[in-house]
């Protein structure tokens, strides 16, 4: 009897942990699918499309990696699978919100964004959810949290050898995520996945959400390590370069005002407008004066500091393609940048920004790239007006003035607007009887329409502070240089449904309008991409621009040529960048004349 009971209890615990095995691969499975529906349904697809496929399988892992560390973790299998099912819910939610409301996908760029969650952020992230709705649903999930840690019992023994063994290769797997190990590279290799680059959207049709994030994360290691193509560099080098105006005496040297005017095109490209002279009149005027034209962001909908980036530095970012938010992600003692080069020209440097100065982390990165002062929401005057949710344009352009007025040398601003930031849809004009009496465009009716009118409010409030900010600079009596632009375009959803864009394109696809007027600035009209902008201002206000600057302002006309040659060009210009980044660029350029110097030396002979 003993020998039987004793034989038969091993059995039971074989039987017991198989039990408990089947069940936890079942649930996996369970929170896999269930991660793939909602990866479907936040894409807006059919919700079991590329199902068991590699992607699938790769998305999974993550799932259930996550699910065995929380079991081994809180030792309760309801509990882990429900805290499993709402965090990878929560993920989906967001990813959705953040293709409505700015067409980009969640990426692992945003981990940078989590990890400077500051007041300012928070504020902002709040005009595009319902707290009425989060909080509720917050006190839910811990309430049924509590319960479940109370009520449900334990999955494993106390000592259970399976519970430590789950939890170890569950950090294991973390820990190599963390690191960007190899072997995970190689499951999530780019092939495997079907990763379409420059095309988020359809990396995540391919092999969704989660595969696209753990594939960033394997290659964010090497985010700023990319290689430099000297060749291509040294044939760059070769191009007419720009020589540049003489710099003027410190007593004629012309302020500087450069505007990065929030989320601002011109409506005039939807084919329901003919023409916004009426509602852009400064920016016509502005336009048929001075430099200017077309810009072409590095991003749509969103990501203002990307363009803001390149304007300042020069520094494509497409030269660095795992680089997401680049003061976040870029940080060293000294930045290069267009504002350095305005320092070393004897300029003051302000930048003055009416949001919180820790919102993309813009106090050290200002630092870096080489800002005198930082004027941030906090130094405005406490009745400083609103216009919808944020600081006005008039605000801005109040201090930018005030800040010209009380200047004893010459002096460059940089202002970022904030007036016209999103969303849309619920916006309380300070003016709401001027906003509605803004003519319908042709074919927008409803959603489309209000969102029309709040976004065109905001930007024509922008270009009658450019007129203002034109007049007060042309009414000093000393030179000036005014750079206008803006940032990028909004991501109106329910205006481009309505309202297509004359060229058929899709919003991230369009330019943004760029112009320069000034006291000795002439008419020319150019296309540019963002990181040329610094050549323009440079030259306008007849700065002696350093060599990058030269071999950008030579790029800059060869692309507009040569159109058989552009990819070199550009790939030129990006191994270029990463030298001039790294602070090697005027020792490879030496390097070179030396190496031309040789030669002539030796044919000589």
């Known amino acids: 009897m003993n020998q039987r009971q004793s034989s038969g209890r091993p059995m039971s615990r074989v039987g017991s942990g198989l039990i408990k095995a089947g069940l936890v691969v079942c649930l996996c499975i369970a929170l896999a699918c269930a991660s793939w529906i909602l990866d479907r349904a936040s894409l807006g697809i059919q919700l079991f499309t590329y199902g068991w496929s590699y992607g699938f399988w790769a998305n999974a892992a993550p799932v259930a990696v996550l699910f065995v560390l929380l079991l081994a973790l809180f030792n309760r299998v309801a509990l882990a699978g429900l805290v499993t099912l709402a965090l990878v819910f929560a993920l989906y939610v967001v990813n959705y919100l953040k293709l409505k409301y700015l067409a980009v996908p969640v ?56 519970r430590a063994g ?32 420059y095309a988020p959207n359809l990396t995540i049709l391919h092999a969704g959400l989660i595969s696209s994030l753990a594939y960033s994360d394997t290659e964010r290691v090497q985010a700023l390590a990319e290689s430099v193509d000297r060749a291509a560099v040294k044939a760059l080098l070769r191009l007419p370069q720009s020589a540049g105006s003489p710099t003027p005496a410190e007593s004629q040297r012309p302020d500087i005002v450069i505007v990065q005017s929030e989320s601002f095109f011109d409506p005039e490209i939807l084919a329901s407008l003919d023409e916004t002279r009426d509602l852009l009149p400064n920016l016509h005027q502005a336009l048929a004066q001075g430099i200017g034209g077309t810009m072409d962001p590095p991003t749509f909908g ?166 203002r900010l034109w007049k007060f600079l042309a009414g000093r009596h000393r030179p000036y240089v005014l750079m206008f632009y803006g940032d990028h375009l909004p991501y109106l959803q329910h205006v481009y449904k309505q309202s297509p864009f004359d060229d058929g394109l899709s919003g991230p696809r369009q330019f943004v309008p760029w112009v320069i007027v000034g006291s000795n600035v002439g008419h020319r009209m150019v296309h540019v991409r963002s990181w040329m902008m ?72």
């Open 107 to 162: 990426s692992f760029g945003d981990v940078y964004l989590l990890e400077n969650v500051h007041l300012a952020t928070l504020r902002l992230l709040a005009d595009y959810v319902n707290p009425g709705l989060l909080i509720p649903v917050l006190l839910v999930a811990a309430a049924i949290f509590c319960v479940l840690v109370w009520k449900e019992r334990a999955f494993f023994n106390r000592r259970s050898m399976e």
């Open 166 to 197: 789950l939890g170890l290769a569950a950090i294991f797997f973390v820990i190599s995520l963390c690191m960007g190990a190899q072997w995970l590279g190689r499951v999530y290799g780019a092939k495997k996945l079907g990763v379409v680059p």
């Open 302 to 467: 969103g990501g203002t500091l990307r363009t803001e980036f390149e304007v300042l530095t020069g520094i494509p970012l497409a030269a660095y393609p795992q680089v997401e938010f680049p003061y976040l992600q870029i940080s060293q003692e000294k930045i290069p940048s267009i504002i350095r080069v305005a320092d070393r020209a004897g300029y003051s440097t302000i930048a003055i920004h009416g949001n919180s100065g820790t919102f993309w982390n813009r106090s050290k990165a200002f630092q870096e790239i080489g800002f005198g002062q930082f004027l941030t929401k906090d130094d405005f005057p406490e009745n400083a007006p609103l216009d919808g949710v944020y600081l006005s344009d008039a605000a801005m352009t109040d201090e930018i003035i005030r800040k010209l007025a009380r200047a004893h040398s010459p002096t460059l601003i940089f202002a970022i607007s904030i007036e016209a930031h999103g969303p849309y849809l619920n916006d309380g004009a300070a003016a709401p009887a001027l906003r509605d009496a803004i003519p319908a465009p042709r074919g927008l009716h409803g959603a489309g329409l209000q969102e029309y009118r709040n976004y065109a409010y905001h930007i024509r409030n922008a270009d009658q502070q450019l007129g």
């Open 534 to 605: 610094g050549s323009e201002i440079l030259k306008a206000a007849g700065i002696v621009p350093p060599a990058y600057y030269r071999v950008l302002a030579g790029a800059q006309s060869a692309l507009s040529k040569d159109t058989d040659h552009r990819q070199a060009i550009l790939e030129g210009v990006y191994s270029m960048a990463r030298l001039y980044l790294r602070g090697r660029l005027d020792e490879f350029m030496k390097a070179g004349q030396n190496e031309a110097s040789d030669v002539v030396t030796t044919n000589s002979r």
